[in-house]
């Protein structure tokens, strides 16, 4: 009978994993490359729109502040109306917006608004659309996959970020070298193409996605219900406040350190992503050896996603496995500060990327296992958004840092400073608020 249960898990999330995730990690690798082409765009725009290092590191950086203000009204829509829905509005809404980008003097010329003003409005726009979509995504996967799957299943889904590097780096160089075609420039063709996938995604998604396990029709009969009973036992063991009040889940002292540690490790991530691409090219590299060089890290990046997160579920264990790519991280941005040379300074950012990634599928299964229903969604939300604000404060920050001193080193060493922070936040909280009580087949 054992074996026979075994056998059926397997098959029920073998099926799952090959239904769900790859989608929706061709949608975050979109996602991202949406959200940070801006980084690559930069080596040309900056000059045809006249921006300072400090404008264009606030234009990176206000992206968050709508984002951090619709992404727990984005989540919480989500939870009424479904994910399937709300995803594919989301990645609708932010395609358009992403297209927009690639028209800024053209809307300029129109409205009568400067460059740099467009350039903000824009921003705020595509923070304000793209709301909801992390979060959202994480939540619609604790309802599919069980605790003892949800460390690999979100490192899997969350190699799209890296990914997005690998495979953007050397796009988007390459597009920055295609310029005059009807009469726009590299940079304004960067953000038109790399537009049109997600609107197509918002189509796709609606077709193929489906709400709940209960609903679908793709499953057989005995998958549907080992996966339907296996997620509500796990649910009915969750303790009272799991299905707490929205406030309630926002004043919870774990939802607010969650997001104060996800806060330091979204600020190396975008440190990187927005900066790194600036940090090689002033070696004197071109645009094309530049991209092929910022993707290395996220290559590394990728594979710790995998290997890390399969390695905390199948040895059960979560705490450890947090404190020590944080630990890192720090280490490895503080390293950095100190590098010239280029090879160094890639090798020791590769470092860094496990740091960044390695510690991301780990830290997603912990809402999940102490949260459900509309608190789970609530809480997942409110853990990204705070963690986002760093989004606009690291950007902003090192942006005018650089203006400042003509250096990115006071910069990176405060990414080091704010991930040992969070090192010794998560080193401090018991075991037992780290639960695993079972691991996969």
């Known amino acids: 009978m054992s074996t026979q249960s075994d056998a059926l898990e397997r098959r029920t999330m073998t099926r799952v994993m090959l239904r769900v995730v790859p989608l929706l990690m061709v949608c975050y690798i979109v996602s991202y490359l949406d959200r940070v082409n801006v980084g690559f765009a930069a080596l040309t725009m900056n000059r045809e729109l006249g921006l300072s290092e400090q404008m264009y590191g606030l234009g990176a950086g206000i992206f968050f502040v709508t984002y951090f203000l619709f992404e727990l009204p984005s ?10 829905l709300w995803i594919a509005r989301i990645m609708l809404s932010w395609g358009i917006v ?9 809307i300029a010329a129109l409205t009568g608004l400067s460059n740099v003003t467009v350039f903000y409005g824009l921003r705020l726009l595509l923070g304000a659309a793209e709301a909801g979509f992390f979060p959202g995504v994480i ?4 309802l599919w996959f069980p605790n003892a799957y949800r460390a690999r299943v979100v490192g899997y889904f969350m190699t799209a970020l890296p990914l997005a590097s690998v495979i953007g780096g050397p796009l988007c160089g390459w597009l920055l070298g295609v310029g005059g075609t009807h009469g726009m420039s590299g940079w304004q063709w960067l953000f038109v193409i790399q537009a049109v996938p997600a609107i197509v995604l918002s189509v796709v998604l609606l077709v193929w996605l489906t709400d709940q396990p209960a609903k679908a029709a793709w499953l057989a009969d005995d998958e549907r219900r080992w996966l339907t009973v296996q997620l509500a036992r796990e649910a009915a063991a ?6 707490a009040s929205v406030w309630r889940t926002l004043a919870n002292p774990l939802v607010i350190a969650l997001g104060l540690v996800y806060f ?15 940090i090689i090219h002033a070696f004197g590299l071109g645009n094309f050896e530049t991209g092929c060089l910022a993707a290395l890290p996220s290559a590394v990046g990728a594979l710790s996603m995998v290997l890390w997160g399969r390695r905390s579920d199948r040895l059960g264990e979560r705490k450890w ?3 020590f790519p944080l630990a890192v991280g720090a280490a490895s941005f503080g390293a950095v500060s100190l590098m010239h040379a280029p090879l160094f300074v890639v090798l020791t950012f590769s470092f860094a990327a496990f740091g960044i990634y390695g510690c991301q599928p780990v830290f997603w299964t912990l809402p999940g296992a102490f949260l459900t229903g509309g608190s789970a969604a609530a809480g997942i939300a409110v853990i990204n958004a705070v963690a986002n604000l760093s989004g606009f404060a690291g950007p902003y920050l090192m942006g005018w840092i650089k203006s400042a001193t003509g250096s990115y080193t006071p910069g990176l060493l405060i990414a080091s400073a704010m991930a040992a ?3 010794l936040l998560v080193a401090g909280v018991s075991q037992r608020r780290f639960p695993m009580k079972t691991r996969a087949a």
Do not use: C, K
């Open 321 to 323: 496995h947090l404190v």
């Open 264 to 278: 330091s490790v979204v600020y190396m991530n975008y440190t990187v992503g927005y900066f790194l691409p600036q």
């Open 238 to 243: 969750l303790p009272a406040d799991a299905h």
């Open 75 to 84: 989540n919480l829509m989500l939870h009424r109306f479904g994910a399937r």
């Open 421 to 423: 922070i969070a090192t």
């Open 98 to 106: 992403s297209g927009a980008m690639g028209f800024i003097p053209q």
């Open 139 to 142: 939540f619609y996967l604790t």
